[in-house]
């Protein structure tokens, strides 16, 4: 699976909107791209998850250009519960042998300030 | 629906104890992978197993064993405990195998001194 790599850390102010990108070029043709959030002492919570183009639901949007080496996701007007670790994640399509294995990678520790 | 729920949240061992930690799928998935995740490693796969088999293992050592029950519920068991094995355990359940949507418990914060 595509290697991710994102920023180690961003920090925000209530109520603006942060953008996370993650770089994966070598994302292969069958591979998804699957953001998680995750709180100090709790599990990974999936967040969004795309193919191309863009992906919005009540929580993120994600923005996948064209050669899908990168995407970014976007939250807008965060607040100080925002403040979480975000993980993106490149996974294999089920049906193209997907092992069920999620490889994370370092994350994005985002930080909201007030 | 319920969560994944693990049990117990939180444990304290010696080095060279056994340890076994418990995970309950959301109700309906039948496949539960488990996780590890310390501060200098990150998240890292253990194991995934669906209808009591393991289907793909991660790079952990013997030490490091699980199983599923019958009604998809997993244990995982840490046998001679050393002091790396001090993280926090996460256990994911999902619909189907294979799964790149997972649902994550709260996890096990194992200490082993």
């Known amino acids: 699976l595509a290697k991710t790599t994102q920023p180690i850390s961003m920090d925000s102010y209530e109520g603006q909107e942060v953008n996370i990108t993650c770089s994966h070029n070598?994302?292969?043709?069958?591979?998804?791209i699957t953001w998680y959030q995750q709180f100090p002492s709790q599990g990974p919570r999936f967040i969004i998850q795309g193919y191309k183009t863009k992906v919005t639901n009540e929580v993120a949007s994600l923005f996948i250009p064209a050669d899908r080496k990168s995407s970014t996701l976007s939250l807008p007007r965060v607040s100080l519960s925002d403040t979480a670790v975000y993980y993106c994640?490149?996974?294999?399509?089920?049906?193209?042998?997907?092992?069920?294995?999620?490889?994370f990678g370092q994350g994005t520790t985002l930080q909201v300030k007030p | 629906k319920a969560g994944v729920t693990q049990t117990p949240r939180y444990l304290i061992k010696t080095r060279g104890q056994q340890v076994t930690l418990s995970c309950s799928p959301i109700s309906g998935h039948r496949s539960v992978s488990w996780y590890q995740q310390t501060p200098g490693q990150g998240l890292q796969f253990l194991f995934e197993?669906?209808?009591?088999?393991?289907?793909n293992k991660g790079n952990f050592p013997g030490r490091f064993s699980g199983r599923q029950f019958s009604n998809s519920r997993s244990e995982m068991n840490v046998s001679t405990l050393e002091l790396g094995d001090s993280a926090l355990y996460l256990c994911?359940?999902?619909?189907?195998?294979?799964?790149?949507?997972?649902?994550f418990g709260p996890g096990t914060r194992l200490t082993v001194l």
């Open positions: 070598n994302i292969a043709t069958n591979d998804y």
């Open positions: 994911a359940s999902s619909s189907i195998p294979g799964a790149d949507t997972q649902y």
């Open positions: 994640l490149v996974a294999r399509a089920l049906l193209s042998g997907n092992t069920g294995k999620l490889i």
């Open positions: 197993y669906f209808s009591e088999t393991q289907r």
